[in-house]
């Protein structure tokens, strides 16, 4: 038993002291609210964090299945602004619980479901991350097959040694293992360091962006057909198809917008976290579905069909003979691109994974050990498999951001409404009964029926996205999905605390810790770091200068 309890204390990660048992499974380092010296994120780092994970493959090609419906350019980028800008707001508002006390998407969640109760959302947003991170990184793969054709141009003659039954063979394989490989080492770095990662795409994306772009118009004499063709829809089928489009958008983003205090959380400021996402989340969205429709419709002059791709787009270059100057450009292109990728998968995948994990198993888990654990699932499940069918792909992400939208709309409703800003730290770590955030064994029943009523309005909608016949109108409800989950969810948790008030409801919006929580436990602590962090600080700006 002695080796045993040494391998199972080596295992652990970094805690108080002499902790319970029970306080060990609501508690670690990475759970407490984070410390002033680590509180590093200025406003500019939420521009380039929303630079980096706006500029991927994804985002580029969302628009094509607009154009695709039949709207036009035009009609499908304002899809794209009322998508993205009707999505802003809640992210921010999501956000604000992270940084004004500075604590992760988990410990935001206990205070709407309870201690426990929280632990299903979380596994919700881990599982999510984990898919993600393997989609992404499938992704990446393309861009190293292109780069490595720029270099090597017989790897895309690579023999395949690998089964049918794979999904894949040798030469594509090697490529996705070569960016899951590139990624790791990233993720070691902790979450108020990896923001000078992010600080390289605003610089580097924008330029190869805009040189693809430059390049395509002049191969194709000018900027192509898509940009003057006209919309086949028309009425109703036009209006709808715009709605279901935007709904496209903020599916796509709706993991972002739930867990949104886990980089709020490293907030200098709070207004660091508030106005910089305000304006970055759209116009970067914009930005870069612009530049997509426009590389598009010049493909489409060049080789008489619209390639979405960038990958298979900037493939096609380095067909039949190029030049040496063809081969560095679709390099550097494809390695942007790449590089991209990685900071998309740190920034909505891998972070997030590590601080849902982090509350699932806070003895073992720490942020990092979780973001490794979602490289290794995401590596495991053969994403490249999911990405074979992208309808079924598309209708499981809209079936899942009803479940976020759910929960968002109970956390928002418990912050600004039910209790009205106040919080009480302490009680967030404290999983005995009179807590705050004890409920009913650590369960809070209002937060689930509001959950499941908002997920129950879509149900009907969901099947007939599979499918089967049902009446138009539930397909309407499943098309507005992330606005009747939220507001359904909102509604009936509103209600419920209503009905069965909770400790701590509040009569008037004041953002306040009523335990104390810093003033108790940091004393002298604090104010040394405090003190340390202003001179970091100091020595940063003047570095800068």
Not at 115 to 125: D, P, T
Not at 375 to 389: D, E, H, Q, S
Not at 443 to 461: H, P, Q, S
Request: glycine share 8%; aromatic share 14%; with cysteine.
């Amino acid at each position: 038993m002695g080796l045993i309890n040494r391998i199972v204390r080596s295992l652990e990660v970094t805690h108080e002291p002499n902790l319970t048992l029970t306080e060990q499974l609501v508690t670690n380092d990475d759970l407490l609210p984070v410390e002033p010296k680590k509180r590093t994120w200025r406003g500019y780092n939420y521009v380039a964090f929303w630079i980096a994970d706006m500029f991927n493959i994804n985002m580029w090609v969302i628009v094509s299945s607009m154009i695709q419906l039949g709207m036009s350019w035009w009609q499908a980028w304002i899809c794209v602004w009322l998508g993205y800008g009707i999505a802003t707001p809640f992210l921010v508002l999501n956000a604000r619980p992270g940084a004004i006390f500075h604590v992760t998407f988990p410990i935001v969640n206990r205070t709407s479901f309870g201690m426990f109760g929280s632990l299903w959302c979380v596994f919700n947003r881990a599982a999510m991350a984990c898919i993600w991170y393997g989609v992404q990184a499938s992704i990446g793969g393309s861009c190293v097959l292109v780069m490595l054709r720029a270099m090597w141009p017989s790897i895309n003659d690579l023999p395949n040694s690998m089964p049918v039954s794979s999904g894949t063979n040798t030469r594509d394989f090697l490529c996705f293992f070569l960016f899951w490989l590139i990624s790791l080492p990233v993720i070691w770095f902790p979450v108020h360091k990896v923001r000078h990662f992010f600080l390289v795409i605003p610089i580097l994306m924008p330029i190869a962006s805009i040189a693809f772009l430059i390049w395509c118009i002049v191969k194709a004499h000018g900027i192509g057909p898509i940009v003057h063709q006209p919309s086949t829809l028309h009425g109703s089928k036009l209006g709808w198809a715009m709605v279901v489009s935007s709904m496209t958008c903020i599916s796509n983003k709706v993991t972002l917008v739930t867990n949104a205090p886990d980089f709020a959380s490293r907030a200098r400021t709070p207004s660091a976290a508030l106005y910089p996402q305000l304006f970055a989340f759209p116009l970067t969205a914009s930005f870069v579905c612009l530049v997509g429709i426009l590389v598009s419709s010049s493909s489409q002059a060049i080789y008489g069909e619209a390639i979405w791709s960038p990958m298979e787009l900037l493939g096609n270059f380095l067909n039949d003979n190029p030049s040496k100057a063809t081969r560095f450009g679709v390099w550097f292109i494809s390695a942007s691109f790449m590089i991209a990728q990685v900071t998309t998968n740190i920034s909505a995948n891998s972070v997030s994974a590590g601080c849902d994990m982090t509350a699932l198993f806070p003895r073992f888990i720490n942020i990092r050990r979780g973001g490794y654990i979602a490289a290794a699932v995401g590596f495991a499940m053969c994403p490249w498999n999911l990405l074979k069918n992208s309808n079924e792909f598309t209708s499981y992400l809209s079936a899942y951001s009803v479940f976020l939208s759910s929960i968002a709309g109970v956390m928002v409703t418990e912050y600004y409404v039910v209790r009205k800003g106040h919080y009480n730290v302490k009680d967030l770590y404290n999983a005995e009964k009179g807590s705050w955030y004890w409920y009913t064994y650590g369960i809070n029943f209002r937060a689930y029926a509001a959950y499941i009523a908002g997920i129950l309005i879509n149900t009907v909608g969901f099947a007939g996205a599979t499918g089967r016949t049902v009446p138009l109108a539930a397909t309407r409800i499943y098309e507005l999905s992330f606005f009747t989950g939220f507001g359904v969810s909102a509604l009936v948790y509103w209600a419920l605390n209503r009905l069965f008030p909770v400790v701590g409801t509040a009569d008037t919006f004041k953002e306040i810790d009523v335990s104390g929580y810093e003033r108790e436990t940091g004393g002298s602590r604090d104010a040394e770091e405090m003190d340390i962090d202003t001179k970091d600080v100091g020595s940063e700006t003047a570095s800068e200068r």
